[in-house]
């Protein structure tokens, strides 16, 4: 009787990937090796090495090239070699956070804080700097603040937008808090800022920049929340693009009444 499979067992797909595991551990521990010697080393069927090769193929974390030859040229093609990618490699974990980590540790360490604080900013230039005529083209901060969500997904931050207080804003309410939230849903270098968050701080102060008004970071992932989020208020009969505001206090500032002054955060600064 034929044997039935269930691919939606769970602890069937489980073993599954712990085969295609394996397989991928041998490529990367001494390949590149044919599917015959995959299969001898592992001991299972070439038929259940080559499907899990496929899989590779096809997710492009292995590739093939063409065995040397040993002898007279015979008939048939030559046998193929499988090899991991880079992406496949990475099934296997890196050390990169930890060697950057030591590396802005040593630069910490005999080039001080500023030297720092200056590739945190080198590197947030490098990362929006391409997209900069993109992201400022639009006239206000919320159509800027998608754009840089577009900017930063592409660099692999899987980024989105969500607009705030756009009820009182559109019924032109004014001084109401309204504008967006720019989430970031990955940070490829999370590990680093947690130790560094003159990274963060670089990244806030870029896009505040790029938008053309001040911005307030509510969440970081290198904190430990579930995304990156910065607020990006826009208030009903203010300029898109406000002066700076002197970090001095004013000697003659009356103190404000509680309806006056800068309006909550909407969603009480929780993240979106």
Not at 184 to 190: L, N
């Given at each position: 009787?034929?044997?039935?499979?269930?691919?939606?067992?769970?602890?069937?797909?489980?073993?599954?990937?712990?085969?295609?595991?394996?397989?991928?551990?041998?490529?990367?521990?001494?390949?590149?090796?044919?599917?015959?010697?995959?299969?001898?080393?592992?001991?299972?069927?070439?038929?259940?090495?080559?499907?899990?090769?496929?899989?590779?193929?096809?997710?492009?974390?292995?590739?093939?090239?063409?065995?040397?030859?040993?002898?007279?040229?015979?008939?048939?093609?030559?046998?193929?070699?499988?090899?991991?990618?880079?992406?496949?490699?990475?099934?296997?974990?890196?050390?990169?956070?930890?060697?950057?980590?030591?590396?802005?540790?040593?630069l910490a360490e005999h080039a001080g804080e500023d030297a720092v604080r200056a590739f945190a900013e080198q590197r947030i230039e490098k990362l929006v700097g391409p997209h900069r005529s993109a992201?400022?083209?639009?006239?206000?901060?919320?159509?800027?603040?998608?754009?840089?969500?577009?900017?930063?997904?592409?660099?692999?931050?899987?980024?989105?937008?969500?607009?705030?207080?756009?009820?009182?804003?559109?019924?032109?309410?004014?001084?109401?808090?309204?504008?967006?939230?720019?989430?970031?849903?990955?940070?490829?270098?999370?590990?680093?800022?947690?130790?560094?968050?003159?990274?963060?701080?670089?990244?806030?102060?870029?896009?505040?920049?790029?938008?053309?008004?001040?911005?307030?970071?509510?969440?970081?992932?290198?904190?430990?929340?579930?995304?990156?989020?910065?607020?990006?208020?826009?208030?009903?009969?203010?300029?898109?693009?406000?002066?700076?505001?002197?970090?001095?206090?004013?000697?003659?500032?009356?103190?404000?009444?509680?309806?006056?002054?800068?309006?909550?955060?909407?969603?009480?600064?929780?993240?979106?």
């Amino acid at each position: 009787m034929p044997r039935v499979t269930h691919p939606h067992v769970p602890s069937q797909v489980s073993a599954e990937g712990k085969t295609r595991q394996e397989v991928a551990r041998l490529l990367l521990e001494q390949g590149p090796m044919t599917a015959v010697v995959v299969a001898e080393q592992l001991g299972i069927s070439p038929t259940a090495v080559r499907r899990h090769l496929d899989a590779l193929l096809s997710d492009g974390e292995a590739e093939t090239r063409d065995a040397p030859r040993r002898g007279p040229r015979g008939r048939g093609r030559p046998a193929k070699l499988f090899l991991l990618t880079e992406p496949g490699r990475a099934r296997f974990g890196h050390a990169y956070d930890d060697l950057a980590v030591s590396a802005i540790r040593f630069l910490a360490e005999h080039a001080g804080e500023d030297a720092v604080r200056a590739f945190a900013e080198q590197r947030i230039e490098k990362l929006v700097g391409p997209h900069r005529s993109a992201i400022t083209a639009p006239g206000d901060p919320a159509a800027r603040a998608e754009a840089l969500a577009t900017a930063l997904s592409r660099e692999g931050y899987a980024a989105s937008t969500r607009q705030v207080g756009a009820g009182a804003f559109e019924k032109g309410a004014p001084g109401q808090n309204v504008g967006a939230q720019l989430c970031q849903h990955h940070c490829p270098v999370a590990h680093v800022a947690a130790e560094f968050p003159q990274l963060c701080e670089a990244e806030t102060e870029a896009f505040a920049q790029l938008l053309g008004t001040h911005v307030q970071r509510l969440a970081t992932i290198a904190r430990g929340d579930s995304a990156c989020t910065t607020h990006v208020p826009v208030t009903a009969g203010q300029p898109a693009h406000p002066e700076p505001a002197s970090t001095k206090p004013s000697k003659v500032a009356a103190k404000p009444r509680p309806s006056e002054g800068t309006a909550r955060i909407p969603n009480g600064g929780k993240p979106a």
